[in-house]
């Protein structure tokens, strides 16, 4: 990585954010399934237990879209008001992934999140809701970063041109440093590496992310 002091990634202050791996994103079945996803689900699974040994905040970012469309993006508001179920409150759909959730039972609350608040998924472990593309839009996230002593992001998860990307820009703008992990995070494609370059996101491997937490 060609970063400078400014930028350069302090891992041991870092958190990991997951972004919308969510069944709805990812089953063969799924309403909205994103090509790709499935495959990086074993690489986000050794980012996270290396996150938990190391005891560092993880936040599940998530999507949640009202039945009415009333929370729902403009892009895919009409498609939800005509009957199209995604990311309902309490469905199946809306769920983590099973390989990223902390234990099995987990479930999200969903009232409580679309409230604004956090909800503690594990040991240093929570679920975010987010109304828009970036995770900072309209969310408590930047505020909950500092209180845990975060200047460093490490993001994978679901669909880079969208919401991770939408993310990573308002971290920069946040002076947040910033970790792409780019065999970790689905549709990544070589115009985007060379944007997070650009801007001086850090592109690592799940191995050296991991290697990093245990030094």
């Keep these: 990585m060609n970063l400078g002091k400014y930028t350069l990634p302090h891992v041991a202050n870092s958190a990991l954010i997951t972004i919308d791996t ?61 009957g199209m179920v995604m990311l309902a409150p309490d ?28 909800q503690l998924a594990g040991e240093h472990e929570y679920i975010m809701y987010k109304p828009r593309w970036g995770s900072f839009y309209q969310t408590r996230l930047e505020e909950f970063l500092h ?4 200047d ?3 993001l994978c998860g679901c669909n880079f041109p969208n919401c991770p990307r939408t993310t990573i820009y308002e971290a920069s703008e946040r002076d947040f440093r910033i970790v792409l992990v780019d065999d970790a995070i689905s549709q990544l494609y070589p115009k985007g590496k060379e944007e997070m370059l650009n801007i001086h996101v850090g592109l690592m491997k799940t191995a050296e992310v991991v290697t990093a937490l245990s030094l």
């Design 91 to 118: 469905s199946e759909g809306v769920q983590l992934v099973d390989e990223i959730k902390p234990h099995a039972q987990l479930r999200l609350d969903t009232l409580r999140l679309m409230s604004g608040e956090f």
């Design 147 to 150: 209180q845990q002593g975060c």
């Design 152 to 154: 460093t992001l490490v």
């Design 22 to 82: 969510q069944n709805d994103f990812t089953r063969p079945e799924a309403p909205a399934l994103i090509p790709g996803t499935a495959e990086i689900l074993p690489n986000m699974q050794h980012l996270l237990e290396a996150f938990r040994r190391a005891a560092r905040p993880i936040v599940h970012v998530v999507r949640i879209y009202q039945q009415d469309g009333s929370n729902v993006d403009l892009c895919r508001r009409e498609a939800v008001e005509s």
